[in-house]
């Protein structure tokens, strides 16, 4: 009989650590794959940004915007500035379809509202009223330096891009906790999901009155210094709030995280971190080794759902793969792109929840995401019976594992947590919509929908080759 250990080896399924099992000089790949990624991190904290981002370096890379007449195999298209679609045109007809990864750049925050500045008549402050955006735990908000950025938008057209906190020299703004010496009552004795109601996410904005001349009374004072100093920065006035897009987010960059700097800590990882990994993934492989035409779709919106005409519920993808065939000279017609939908393959680029030591009892380590073991794949998301899943065909999901094991892609299962304990979904349901095959693949990380969420760099490392390899065997 065999040794008990070598039919252990051959027989059973075990995920591996990529800093324990990987060589040397991938380790030191992964290191150094994440000095551009935290890059990416400090200048796109809001889906305009990343979109302002990829615009600017796609044109820089040779790729020709399809609404422009672009010609040639290298393509993109961007939308409201919320949503980017880049392409590589491959061999193979487009019709025969493709492969897309698909990822969100929208992330849980805090929105100002249309018209959300007023003078506390209780405290004599200027103060910023807020609407919150996606899944978020306020109590995390709370007494942290903020950060605003985005856009006011004039009558005119005229775009006034805003960011304020960022730099050394700017200021910061907070939302005040209340202290614990007199939060007995009014705080202490909540359920943590309601001790911070979201009337109380009020931002501090300013104190200081505006000086009028000796004899003139000014009501609101302090909110009209406010306006005069946005004014004399921006040349915005407060109408101009009424048509702004203005985001809370937290101030300070990407950092490296632990003792061996293997982890990222920042700001909106979930899903940025695989935008990232796949546009890279997407400018690592030579136009002429495509076999099938390779997509990556950054998306808007799926904090709240993927709703509105910049998430994925959008016709903007479908659009783009229509002018894409038009592109290659192929029929465009209703027929012609169902079936090339219904032939693509499609990852759902998403992060998973790594197992926390904090809370382990909320997973089950078997079928769990374990930091630093690679990019985590589930078969399904949703919740309890699996509602709101995509729940990937098996056929599918031996092909993807295929393809990673042939390029020794470290890469795991995982569940986003125990049965009845909770759950979310992905873009992946919407897209399946489409007849495509998919599956969600994307890195675990600890603290998600947190204002710091933390990534395994060995993990940002393997969903990058994952989604090379995909591009390339898919």
Known sequence: MKKAKELMDK??????????EASEQERKAALDFSEGYKTFLDAAKTERETINFYEKQLAERGYANIDADAKGKKIYRLSRGKNAAIAIIGKRPISEGVNLIVSHVDAPRVDLKQNPLIEDGSTNLG?????????????????????????????????????????????????????????????????????????????IFNSMPYLAEEGEDVKNAVKLNALYLLNEKYGVTEADFLSAELQLVPAGKARDCGIDRSFVLAYGQDDRICAYTSAEA?????????????IVYMADKEEIGSESNTGAKSNFIIDFIADLLKQN????????????????????????AGINPNYPSIHEKENAVHMGFGVAIAKFTGSGGKGGSNDANAEFNAKIFNIFDEENIFWQIG???????????????????????????????LGMHSLYELASKADIYSAYRAYKAFFLKG
């Open 282 to 294: 997407l400018y690592a492989i030579e136009e002429k080794d495509f076999d099938k035409t390779a």
């Open 329 to 352: 000279n192929e029929n465009n017609d209703s027929n012609t792109l169902r079936k090339t939908l219904i032939k693509s393959q499609i990852l759902s680029a998403d992060v998973n």
């Open 11 to 20: 027989l059973s399924y075990s995920r591996k650590s990529f800093w324990k």
């Open 415 to 445: 569940a986003l947590g125990k049965v009845d304990e909770g759950g979310g979904g992905t873009i992946a349901k919407f897209m399946a919509e489409y007849g495509a095959e998919v599956i969600d693949c994307g890195p675990g990380i």
């Open 127 to 203: 103060i910023m009223k807020t609407h919150y955006y996606g899944g978020i735990k306020k109590y995390q908000w709370m007494s942290t330096p903020i950060a605003i950025h985005g856009v006011f938008v004039k009558r005119n057209g005229e775009v006034v891009e805003v960011s304020i906190g960022e730099d050394p020299t700017d200021p910061v703004f907070v939302m005040p906790d209340i202290l614990p010496h007199l939060a007995r009552k009014v705080q202490s004795p909540k359920k943590i999901g309601e001790a911070i109601a979201a009337d109380n996410m009020k931002l």
